[in-house]
DNA sequence: GCTGCATGATGAA
DNA sequence: TCATCCTGCAGCA
């Protein structure tokens, strides 16, 4: 499920599984069928992926961008010796991407679509920075504390614009902000130079170990009495998401939860009391 | 089988 | 603030 470590992993594996090869491409669905006769046959020469959004470049100058929105995904399978043995792709499969070795499948973006390189600039130009990129960290931070400073929304409500940074959804806000110890609803321009430091790195920390891991793990596993975050528990890796009534696993005072820039949000009244964060 | 919900984002009102 | 688009699946009958 689509926050930025899944995505920039999606761009990792699909280079290691197509790049620089020659994609067949269809659209069973049908949604995308020009773009995918398009794309039919052409090398994929790179995949960025920013924020939420990834980028496929293709021979011949175009980009492919998709974005998955709640519900999209991809489905990843080997070619097996006989083709016949490939499960086939669902009715709603938007697109199929074939290479050598390995046949990606599509389904439910928000966003698939062929984009010329201005296009795809354009987009990029919109989200702020993403904690996952390469860009020099200093910048990117400087970034996000101006993008900050510029808003009075709420900061529960800032770390899901992705024009303030990029990558970040509800889970990751709710942790972040539950780590940093933060209250979600001190306005963005109100946090003191230390906690937004603290939420970035944080932000960085979280979003890495959840693209290595291929989930997202931001409990400390000495806070539920494990040795390894690898020993949790699928209930035990989130410290307030989805957890409202549930005993903090710092301190025990039951998670509260409220809606935030239309979606659920989650925090501890004491580890994260009104104001704390400015 | 049906219902409701979900790790997202936009555009209208 | 709401309605809408995108799809799958858990939880229920």
Redesign the pocket.
């Known amino acids: 499920?689509?926050?930025g470590?899944?995505i920039h992993r999606y761009a990792r594996k699909h280079w290691d599984d197509l790049g620089g090869q020659k994609i067949a491409t269809s659209s069973p669905?049908g949604?995308f069928s020009s773009g995918a006769a398009r794309l039919d046959g052409r090398t994929l020469t790179a995949i960025k992926a920013h924020?939420?959004?990834l980028f496929y470049r293709w021979e011949g100058g175009e980009t492919l961008h998709i974005?998955?929105?709640?519900?999209?995904?991809f489905r990843r399978h080997t070619i097996p010796a006989n083709e016949a043995d490939l499960p086939p792709p669902?009715?709603?499969?938007?697109l199929v991407m074939t290479g050598e070795d390995v046949t990606i499948y599509l389904?439910?973006?928000?966003i698939c679509r062929l984009v010329d390189p201005d296009t795809e600039a354009s987009v990029r130009s919109?989200l702020g920075p993403d904690p996952l990129d390469d860009d020099s960290e200093i910048q990117k931070l400087k970034e996000f504390q101006a993008n900050l400073a510029r808003r009075s929304i709420p900061i529960g409500a800032a770390l899901?614009?992705?024009?303030v940074t990029?990558?970040?959804?509800?889970?990751?806000?709710a942790e972040a902000l539950f780590l940093a110890g933060i209250d979600p609803q001190i306005p963005a321009k109100d946090l003191s130079s230390e906690s937004a430091v603290q939420l970035w790195s944080l932000s960085t920390e979280l979003l890495r170990r959840?693209e290595r891991a291929g989930?997202?793990i931001t409990v400390d596993p000495t806070d539920v009495g494990a040795k390894r975050r690898s020993d949790l528990k699928k209930r035990e890796r989130l410290y307030v998401?989805?957890r409202q009534g549930e005993p903090c696993r710092r301190c025990g005072t039951p998670i509260s939860m409220s809606d935030m820039?239309?979606?659920?949000i989650w925090w501890c009244s004491s580890c994260q009391p009104a104001g704390s964060g400015a």
């Open positions: 499920m689509p926050e470590h899944t669905q949604r924020g939420k959004h974005h998955l929105g709640l519900f999209g995904r669902s009715d709603g499969t938007r389904s439910g973006p928000t919109r899901l614009d992705q024009k990029a990558g970040i959804g509800n889970v990751y806000r959840g989930r997202i998401y989805k820039a239309n979606r659920h």
